[in-house]
């Protein structure tokens, strides 16, 4: 299937846009953003982009025949206007079923261009998490504005095990904000969401590893 970049009018779009609190014009605003690519175009863009093949251990320690290198396809301007839009339509479905959602986040470093995506495609401000809190400065691991009453979405790249984003949703917690569902880009189908919905998350993907033309490993 060829390569399509999203082609949208921006001019018009800009001026279309509607406020974070009319999910149904912005349902509307997204189908529309999105219309330019398939769901099945951006799986492919991905897999010829990100995927690699060879012998990779990865962050759970298991060995694998084949990486999603998230920077490749993170990097790519119509693949992450697209997982942008992809992600705002996701969230608006959540406040359309009366689900409040607040704020974005994502973590150091591969969360950072999704979340970014996503926060400019829904309206919604986002946070960055570091992996620690730095060591000069605020000496902060969370970067922006959290409050107790927030609910957030974390927004993650790749998902094996779902040990890193459960790191996020701690730090989150710690603040008295909730985690109201997580979403990311890839489920590898390696436990993931068993583990985050075991430890009392929703959990969603806007893709598996079967959507990309690959074969779960035993």
Do not use: W
């Amino acid at each position: 299937m060829p390569e399509a970049p999203i082609k949208a009018p921006i001019r018009s779009a800009r001026r279309a846009k509607p406020r974070p609190n009319d999910t149904r014009r912005l349902a509307r605003y997204h189908a529309f953003m999105t219309a330019a690519m398939s769901r099945e175009q951006v799986a492919d863009r991905i897999a010829q982009t990100a995927l690699l093949r060879g012998t990779f251990t990865l962050r759970s320690g298991r060995t694998s025949s084949y990486y999603l290198d998230k920077y490749l396809f993170s990097t790519q301007p119509d693949i992450l206007g697209a997982l942008g839009e992809m992600f705002a339509r996701r969230i608006a479905e959540l406040r359309r079923a009366g689900v409040p959602v607040t704020k974005l986040a994502g973590a150091e470093l591969g969360g950072i261009p999704l979340v970014s995506s996503a926060s400019m495609a829904s309206g919604l401000p986002c946070l960055f998490i570091r992996n620690r809190k730095k060591e000069y400065g605020t000496a902060r691991q969370l970067e922006g504005t959290l409050r107790a009453d927030d609910r957030v979405v974390i927004i993650e790249d790749v998902a094996t095990t779902g040990g890193q984003v459960l790191e996020v949703a701690r730090v989150i917690a710690e603040t008295g904000a909730e985690v109201v569902k997580i979403i990311c880009t890839i489920d590898r189908e390696e436990g993931a969401r068993e583990n985050i919905e075991a430890a009392g998350y929703a959990f969603d993907a806007l893709f598996t590893v079967a959507d990309l033309g690959i074969e779960k490993e035993a």
